[in-house]
């Protein structure tokens, strides 16, 4: 698990105060964005075909095998021995 720094102060939209430079504490990323490591992993996003719900070329995608999905969800899909990031529509059986 790799800690990363946690600043006290926001983020500005404009010019910084050079103030608000100092550490609060360390941060795990892990603890905040998976809950179940054994069944967690990580996957780059391959294409722009899903941008219009906000994930992008190369983003990383955080997939959690646990969890059963419901109408409408992003899934992860094993499609012909490839993953396949999807919408899932249950009520019709099949994947957007």
Not at 77 to 95: F, T
């Amino acid at each position: 698990m790799k800690y990363l720094s946690l600043y006290s102060c926001s983020i500005a939209c404009g010019f910084p105060s050079p103030a608000d430079d100092h550490k609060e504490a360390s941060l795990s990323l892990d603890e905040h964005l998976i809950t179940k490591p054994a069944a967690t992993f990580i996957a780059r996003a391959n294409s722009d075909s899903m941008q219009g719900l906000g994930i992008f070329d190369r983003d990383l995608l955080i997939v959690d095998r646990s969890l059963e999905p419901v109408q409408g969800d992003v899934v992860v899909v094993a499609l012909g021995g490839h993953l396949a990031c999807k919408v899932q529509d249950r009520h019709h059986r099949r994947l957007l």
